[in-house]
């Protein structure tokens, strides 16, 4: 399985942005994609999952309200429309699908929000 996320970019606090994830490879064996971030000196922290049958979708707490994730099967692609953000949301976006043990990640895309 192969991720490229895209849709990363500079914004001002209070801008939206949307990131997507294309995925290719053997994608019907999925039962979850995620969004996770890392930030300079923080661990890598999830941000959104979104889960299949039935489907779920769960937020970290401080994107609550203000991130969505949502799943395309017939494109193979997970989006996350991010809304009024935070300067604290400044990190680099990794896409995260898993099948079974295995993870799959995506390279990352940077989001700089300035105040």
């Known amino acids: 399985v192969q991720l490229v996320e895209s849709g990363g970019g500079a914004v001002q606090a209070g801008d939206s942005l949307e990131l997507s994830c294309d995925a290719s490879?053997?994608?019907?064996?999925?039962?979850?994609m995620a969004w996770y971030r890392q930030a300079p000196e923080k661990e890598r922290e999830m941000v959104a999952v979104i889960t299949s049958g039935p489907t779920t979708a769960n937020y970290a707490d401080s994107v609550k309200g203000r991130f969505t994730i949502f799943r395309d099967n017939d494109k193979n692609s997970v989006t996350l429309p991010m809304n009024n953000l935070r300067p604290e949301d400044t990190a680099v976006y990794y896409c995260?699908?898993?099948?079974?043990?295995?993870?799959?990640w995506g390279r990352g895309t940077q989001v700089t929000v300035s105040s």
């Open positions: 995260h699908a898993r099948s079974g043990v295995w993870n799959y």
């Open positions: 490879g053997m994608v019907a064996s999925l039962n979850a």
